[in-house]
């Protein structure tokens, strides 16, 4: 497989400053010499795998840092953004929206923070009234934030391995030692309320009366997910404020949504302690049915606590995770590896996770590579829940766990495939406004900031074709 050459001097540079060094201090640090750690920092000589191995040794952070999901995400961002009509000028090249938002990230987000106001202000003015946006507005920017975070939360994920250790928690009987720990510690009972899921509502707590009500039909792991975010509501409490602080979210409505979201946060790490879930999902090699059974959580869960393996000192293979319902809508997704989902439109069609739906409770597995070069090994399988009864039209959705193919040996699903063969994958991309490919059949509209051809001698893949040296 050919890796894109990684060019990361200046947060190479970052790390340097943040620990105080010169360039001759870090360059001895890496083994190298002061000479070759000068071109590093100056994007004169690409960080080879070889190299970022080193160098993370030496900084003491994770090899992530320098393929900083942040990083390209912002510039898909930027990219998507300069397609509006509004900025009617010429594209402009990736490389230098590359090179902006490596250089000074912090206005990259400035500028991605007046554009969705700006969208937001033109949808008020063409509505004439209040505008909704408020809650849409505020869920990207909270999953921005996590973004941000790589999808770890070190305080709040050590206090909830903490808890389970010293109260002595343990599988497969979890839900019914967090029922006892509820009850002794906060007074809290747990029972069953029939009908409420069809109201939407998979728990309700009434305070006034001590007591926890779950819906009848949800399963085993569900409770044990919803019992533990209350204790996480409850325990975690003061954790959960201090990083909204630390966040510094813009609404009332972005820190609401960011303590449901910690709160979760916990719950999925009290059932899946960092230190045993790490050492499971190393022995079993990922395998996903088999880490179900071991830590008694579901395949959404499972897939969802290894996205947030990223704890410095024991980091695991850099995931992403996303969930989309059958209209492609994305319901959540995170990434602390370099995959990028795209901001505006929807997502590639390519994506095993819409072929999942096809093969509901299938695990389906497919090589994919990106258009930058990037190989990927993606998993995929349908996790709806029955809605209790004929007439409550369950939800269908499904989810999708991903990782470079360079960590596929660690896994039990790259058993069998030819994954340096760049001919057996399928070209998946962020979506078709930010796709760089131009010949694709399953595009559904054309690539930003490329001039068009609506020539009627022939006729392509798609009713329009790239003009010549765009």
């Known amino acids: 497989m050919v890796e894109k050459k990684l060019l990361a001097g200046e947060k190479l540079r970052r790390a340097r400053l943040r620990l105080g060094l010169k360039q001759s201090d870090a360059a001895r640090m890496a083994g190298i ?20 191995a080193k160098v993370a040794a030496a900084f003491n952070i994770t090899e992530t840092y320098f393929v900083d999901s942040g990083d390209v995400r912002r510039a898909v961002s930027v990219r998507e953004a300069l397609a509006d009509p509004l900025f009617r000028a010429r594209p402009v090249a990736a490389e230098t929206i590359n090179a902006l938002v490596r250089a000074a990230p912090e206005f990259s987000d400035a500028f991605m923070t007046l554009y969705r106001n700006y969208l937001t202000l033109q949808e008020y003015r063409a509505e004439q009234r209040q505008p909704e946006l408020t809650a849409r507005f505020a869920y990207d920017e909270v999953r921005d934030w996590v973004q941000s975070k790589q999808n770890y939360f070190d305080a709040i994920d050590r206090s909830a391995e903490l808890l389970f ?18 009850q002794d510690k906060h007074g809290i009972s747990v029972g069953h309320t029939p009908g409420i899921l069809a109201q939407g509502i998979f728990w309700r707590l009434n305070h006034g009366a001590k007591r926890l009500y779950l819906a009848q039909e949800a399963s085993v792991e569900s409770e044990t997910f919803w019992i533990a975010h209350v204790i996480g509501q409850i325990e975690c409490k003061k954790l959960i404020e201090r990083e909204i602080r630390r966040a510094a979210l813009s609404t009332e409505e972005a820190q609401g949504l960011a303590r449901i979201g910690l709160a979760n946060y916990f719950a999925g790490a009290l059932m899946m302690p960092y230190r ?3 050492e499971a999902a190393q022995m079993l090699r990922h395998d996903l049915q088999r880490l179900q059974r071991q830590f008694g959580a579901g395949f959404e869960q499972v897939c969802h606590r290894l996205s947030t393996l990223q704890r410095p000192d024991l980091a695991g293979i850099p995931f992403y995770f996303a969930k989309t319902d059958i209209a492609g809508n994305i319901l959540k997704r995170s990434s602390a590896s370099r995959f990028q989902f795209a901001q505006f439109g929807g997502p590639c069609p390519l994506w095993n996770v819409f072929r999942a739906f096809a093969h509901p409770g299938e695990v389906l597995v497919q090589p994919a590579s990106a258009p930058d070069g990037v190989s990927y090994l993606n998993i995929a399988r349908t996790v709806g829940r029955g809605g209790g009864s004929y007439l409550s039209r369950p939800r269908a959705v499904a989810v999708v766990l991903g990782c470079e193919a360079r960590y596929a040996s660690q896994m039990v699903y790259a058993a069998g495939l030819n994954l340096d063969d760049p001919a057996l994958a399928d070209p998946i991309g962020p979506g078709c406004r930010a796709c760089e490919r131009t010949s694709c059949r399953h595009r559904s509209v054309p690539p930003m900031n490329q ?8 006729r392509g893949v798609v009713p329009y074709r790239i003009k010549a040296g765009q």
């Open 165 to 182: 250790e010293t109260a002595r928690f343990s599988q497969p009987n979890l839900i019914d030692h967090l029922k006892r720990y509820l």
């Open 276 to 278: 045993q879930f790490h």
């Open 451 to 458: 001039a068009l051809d609506f020539g009627t001698a022939e």
């Open 33 to 52: 010499s002061a000479s070759y750690y000068n071109q590093l920092e100056h994007n004169q000589r690409p960080l080879t795998a070889a190299m970022l």
